[in-house]
């Protein structure tokens, strides 16, 4: 049987890596950072104004959704990137659906913002 540090230190190990990405998120990608900026923004609007519970989880569900799929966008087009350095139609194809897919949960993120938001906003 392992020791106790040892068994914390493999439980922690994969939130650390985990860390590290999002770190490399903020500090190398603009999107990422202006997502997230939108996100504390919300966040913050959730908090003020009176919704329900359910309402802040659907907020909140938005923004990883949007958070997440940004990740992935991110992580996709630096594989693309790394196997393909020049250009490519077929590479540009691949990435502006990775893009479209984010884009699509921005606008999706917007109309429900916009649903929740807008009666306390029109008062």
């Not at 500090?27 to 997502?35: D, L, Y």
């Not at 919300?42 to 989880?57: D, K, Q």
């Not at 959704?65 to 393909?84: A, R, V």
């Not at 990775?98 to 913002?113: E, H, K, R």
């Amino acid at each position: 049987m392992q020791p106790l540090k040892k068994q914390l230190k493999d439980f922690l190990k994969p939130f650390r890596i985990s860390f590290k990405g999002l770190w490399w998120a903020i500090k190398e990608e603009r999107s990422f950072r202006i997502e997230l900026t939108i996100a504390f923004c919300v966040i913050f609007a959730m908090f003020w104004f009176p919704l329900s519970g359910i309402e802040r989880a659907i907020c909140f569900l938005m923004i990883v959704i949007s958070l997440g799929l940004e990740l992935l966008n991110s992580q996709l087009e630096g594989m693309l990137d790394m196997f393909q350095p020049c250009y490519d139609p077929r590479i540009r194809k691949i990435k502006d659906l990775s893009s479209s897919a984010v884009f699509v949960a921005f606008l999706g993120s917007l109309a429900v913002g916009l649903l929740i938001f807008l009666p306390y906003l029109l008062r």
